[in-house]
């Protein structure tokens, strides 16, 4: 048996905007295309790892000469693709795909990867920021001051009853990327604008939450693995987020204190168990700050169904 990788790091925009023309900045793409080889290092003898660019034969022969092993690559055109993917390689029926996020099956006999309608709207769902927020507050998880907003009119009101720092969330950002961080009156003033278009893109609506960036003592993630029906922490990482919460890397640190390991596993149990058909990897993001003179524990800021 044996496995074929597929890293597509663009996962949240799959998921999003599944069914949509689909532009996406070569700034992106590049970054994308740049993570592909990741999955190369999990991928032995028997597997197969898809990248869009050809592997450097340098890396390749680094990894060689430190006796790393790892399988072929398929090379295709570009790192994302709409609907299907042709990728001219028959490969045995027990052939296992393993995505980033879950988006596609594999017909093993033909070697056609196909966007699945089913998983990519339970990928949306588990994914959700919106579902998580009404999670948490369910639950009683949430730390922060946090609203959804659905029109207009609600997120005005939000402005005006929010003390700023403030930011919007979209559904489906990802590392950083579809936060609108509103610290003055002006940029709440510009933000007024181009709050339209917003609603057009999200048509679920946007979450507004206090801002604490500037006052995190450390943002940490807990990385899992999820099978019959049981999940197991792999590691807790020290994540690197900069002022303006876009994740730059994570530290892996061996210790991370008992409590940490228990809060977030209680998290992931309780919030998994109505996603039982999922398996594979998934993270919990978090982080600490201070509020009302004491340090509070934010366990859950958002679950990603993928590879972390």
Not at 180 to 189: C, S
């Amino acid at each position: 048996m044996g496995n074929l990788y597929r890293l597509n790091s663009l996962f949240e925009l799959e998921i999003s905007q599944f069914g949509n023309s689909l532009e996406i900045e070569k700034a992106l793409l590049d970054r994308s295309t740049a993570l592909e080889y990741l999955f190369l290092l999990l991928s032995n003898q028997n597997d197969y790892t898809i990248v869009s660019e050809k592997p450097s034969s340098e890396l390749l022969e680094y990894w060689e000469a430190n006796n790393i092993l790892f399988g072929k690559t398929i090379q295709t055109d570009t790192p994302y693709y709409a609907e299907t993917l042709t990728l001219n390689k028959n490969f045995p029926k027990d052939t296992t795909l393993i995505e980033w996020g879950n988006t596609s099956v594999l017909d093993a006999e033909n070697g056609i990867l196909s966007k699945r309608k089913l998983l990519i709207s339970r990928s949306s769902g588990r994914n959700s920021k919106i579902k998580q927020l009404n999670w948490k507050e369910t639950r009683k998880q949430n730390q922060l001051l946090s609203i959804l907003c659905s029109n207009k009119m609600e997120l005005e009101y939000s402005f005006h009853t929010f003390e700023l720092p403030i930011v919007i969330k979209t559904e489906f950002g990802f590392s950083g990327r579809g936060h609108y961080i509103l610290k003055t009156n002006q940029d709440v003033q510009e933000i007024t604008k181009r709050l339209p278009d917003i609603l057009k893109l999200n048509p679920n609506g946007v979450i507004v939450e206090e801002w604490v960036e500037n006052k995190k003592t450390q943002d940490f993630s807990g990385l899992f693995d999820l099978f019959h029906r049981k999940s197991e922490l792999i590691a807790i990482t020290k994540m690197l987020i900069d002022k303006n919460g876009s994740y730059r890397g994570s530290v892996i640190q061996k210790n991370f204190g008992k409590e940490f390991a228990e809060g977030m596993s209680s998290i992931i149990k309780d919030y998994t168990h109505n996603s039982l058909s999922y398996k594979g990897a998934l993270s919990l993001d978090g982080f600490t700050f201070e509020k009302d003179n004491e340090i509070k524990i934010q366990y859950m800021s958002e679950i990603y169904f993928r590879y972390s």
